[in-house]
């Protein structure tokens, strides 16, 4: 399959599944309730194919490629009915991503390990210690070579994202950005717009804004000890509070329509594929929500829509409401849209 094929594919996937808040926490859910939740997203998306994207790096020793090795060796005849998105070459002691051929290509090798015949490999961010042209151009080789099917980037700014169109021998299948009703950046930057201009699929992590769109978080003691949120601006007290009337409004919308706040947060997200919104020519936009449980894949994988009236409800009102903190941190954020 080429990277163009993975692109039409793309295209047609209903839901997309985020895989990270499997592993990457102090407690891992368990194998069993990784393979329940895939099957049931897969169960979904039939016929057509489902979107599920990964990390080399979620979860200690490699637990997340270790789960999806142990699911399609278990269910093998379900690798068809898979796009697999692996993210890797980052080094925690340094702090940022190996973007260099050499770090590339064995990050590549080691998932491979894994997960042969792989769909897209992603860099995670963009290293700014090596040029596009040899970062990209080692994604490009590795299509080439057939190591990879095709390579997606991830917070990266319109003009890079220009750039590496141009550089690549291969299409950029994908472009991972935050996208929710908080987090709106791509809408003002030009990402959204240049991605729809070029063909690029846009897959839309934390499209429920690590949780505050659900309802459920309203101060810090509904946080779990140690969880990783605790660490980014909107999660701080003094944030939660103003942002709060983002959260009612949402929760109000939802009970209007006897749905959950998250159905109409991901509703929100799903409406804008393939349309032209306030001049902005939208591709094919896949929510990843971290589903995982099969009661959360029931209540995010749903056939909720929104009209077009409550579209534009939800339209009239985030113009007019500022967002109160980052959506990381100060450090996090030195890495966003380069």
């Known amino acids: 399959m080429s990277s163009q094929e993975i692109i039409n594919e793309l295209n047609k996937v209903k839901f997309g599944l985020g895989l990270m808040s499997f592993t990457w926490r102090p407690d891992p859910y368990p194998q069993s309730a990784f393979n329940e939740s895939v099957l049931a997203t897969i169960k979904k998306n039939l016929p057509n194919k489902t979107f599920v994207n990964g990390g080399e790096f979620y979860g200690a020793n490699e637990l997340n490629l270790k789960y999806i090795k142990s699911f399609l060796d278990t269910y093998p005849e379900q690798r068809e009915n898979l796009i697999i998105s692996i993210k890797g070459s980052i080094s925690f002691a340094e702090q940022r991503v190996l973007g260099d051929r050499e770090n590339i290509n064995k990050a ?8 042969p015949n792989l769909d897209i490999f992603e860099i995670p961010r963009i290293d700014t210690t090596v040029t596009l042209e040899e970062t990209f151009g080692a994604l490009s080789d590795a299509v080439d070579a057939g190591k990879i099917k ?7 700014n ?4 220009e750039k590496i169109s141009k550089i690549s021998n291969n299409p950029i299948a994908a472009v991972e950005i935050e996208y929710s009703i908080f987090s709106r950046d791509i809408l003002e930057n030009g990402v ?5 201009e ?8 934390s499209p429920l804004a690590r949780g505050l769109l659900t309802g459920q978080i309203n101060s810090t003691a509904d946080l779990p000890e140690g969880d990783l949120r605790s660490h980014f601006d909107r999660f701080k007290e003094e944030n939660l509070v103003k942002n709060q009337q983002i959260v009612d409004f949402v929760v109000k919308a939802a009970k209007e329509k006897d749905v959950t706040p998250g159905q109409i947060a991901l509703a929100w997200i ?8 306030d001049g902005i020519k939208f591709p094919k936009i896949i929510d990843i929500p ?20 409550e579209f534009e409800k939800i339209q009239t009102f985030i113009k007019d409401v500022k967002v109160s903190g980052l959506r990381y941190n100060a450090q996090a954020e030195k890495s966003l849209f380069l």
């Open 108 to 115: 590549i090798d080691n998932i491979s390990k894994y997960i």
């Open 198 to 205: 070029l063909g690029i699929p846009i897959v839309a992590y």
């Open 290 to 309: 971290s589903t995982t449980s099969v009661k959360r894949v029931d209540e995010n994988f749903s056939d909720v829509v929104l009209t077009d009236d």
């Open 192 to 196: 959204a717009a240049k991605a729809g």
């Open 150 to 156: 095709a390579f997606s980037v991830s917070e990266v």
């Open 270 to 277: 799903r409406y804008q594929s393939f349309k032209t919104i």
């Open 158 to 161: 319109a003009n890079t994202l």
